[in-house]
T-cell receptor, first 111, second 115 residues
Framework: GEDVEQSLFLSVREGDSSVINCTYTDSSSTYLYWYKQEPGAGLQLLTYIFSNMDMKQDQRLTVLLNKKDKHLSLRIADTQTGDSAIYFC???????????FGGGTRLMVKP | GAVVSQHPSWVICKSGTSVKIECRSLDFQATTMFWYRQFPKQSLMLMATSNEGSKATYEQGVEKDKFLINHASLTLSTLTVTSAHPEDSSFYICSGGDRLTDTQYFGPGTRLTVL
């Protein structure tokens, strides 16, 4: 079955860039998502990318997709303390299909 | 953007009672809604896929008689945890796919605590 993996933890200093990595195994993945989850809260969609794209930029967020290596990354520029949260990558075959989530990466931003 | 609401946001109940969680898409129609469960410090695991007007499809290991799903309309799906036990305590999150925008939207989640 599908498998999505992420590193568990990332710590950065305020103002630095954060890069969260994700790998997936399902070559038929069409949509790849990044979600943010703050403590005790639900999921917030940050951004998503179609599999036919290499890069997508949205303000401080840059998503890079290497489809050949099945590698997805999320770069947060000028990381702030408010960015501290758990970040989940997820993949699906279409917007109407179920999502398969990675285990989540806990981002800690130090002042 | 599209909004998905869940009600209640937090429920505490005694062991053996049944709890119903509602998931509503507020400004779009969701032919399919998904129910996920998240245990503390873990990722989300898909429980079932809810299709409007038909029976839900459950993932392996999820008891369909314990987690009753009803998708009566294009904007409402309900999850009923029957005879809840402490091990059912978890964060339950629903999502719906908006085909017009090709985006899936998540509800804020419902925290269930079974005493």
């Amino acid at each position: 079955g599908e498998d999505v993996e992420q590193s568990l933890f990332l710590s950065v200093r305020e103002g630095d860039s954060s890069v969260i990595n994700c790998t997936y195994t399902d070559s038929s993945s069409t949509y790849l998502y990044w979600y943010k989850q703050e403590p005790g809260a639900g999921l917030q969609l940050l951004t998503y990318i179609f599999s036919n794209m290499d890069m997508k930029q949205d303000q401080r967020l840059t998503v890079l997709l290497n489809k050949k290596d099945k590698h997805l990354s999320l770069r947060i520029a000028d990381t702030q303390t408010g960015d501290s949260a758990i970040y989940f990558c997820a993949e699906s075959m279409s917007a109407g299909n179920m999502l398969t989530f990675g285990g989540g990466t806990r981002l800690m931003v130090k002042p | 953007g599209a909004v998905v609401s869940q009600h209640p946001s937090w429920v505490i109940c005694k062991s053996g009672t049944s709890v119903k969680i509602e998931c509503r898409s507020l400004d779009f129609q969701a032919t399919t809604m998904f129910w996920y469960r998240q245990f503390p410090k873990q990722s989300l695991m898909l429980m079932a896929t809810s299709n409007e007007g038909s029976k839900a499809t459950y993932e392996q290991g999820v008891e369909k008689d314990k987690f009753l799903i009803n998708h009566a309309s294009l904007t409402l799906s309900t999850l009923t945890v029957t005879s809840a036990h402490p091990e059912d305590s978890s964060f339950y999150i629903c999502s719906g796919g908006d085909r017009l925008t090709d985006t899936q939207y998540f509800g804020p989640g419902t925290r269930l605590t079974v005493l």
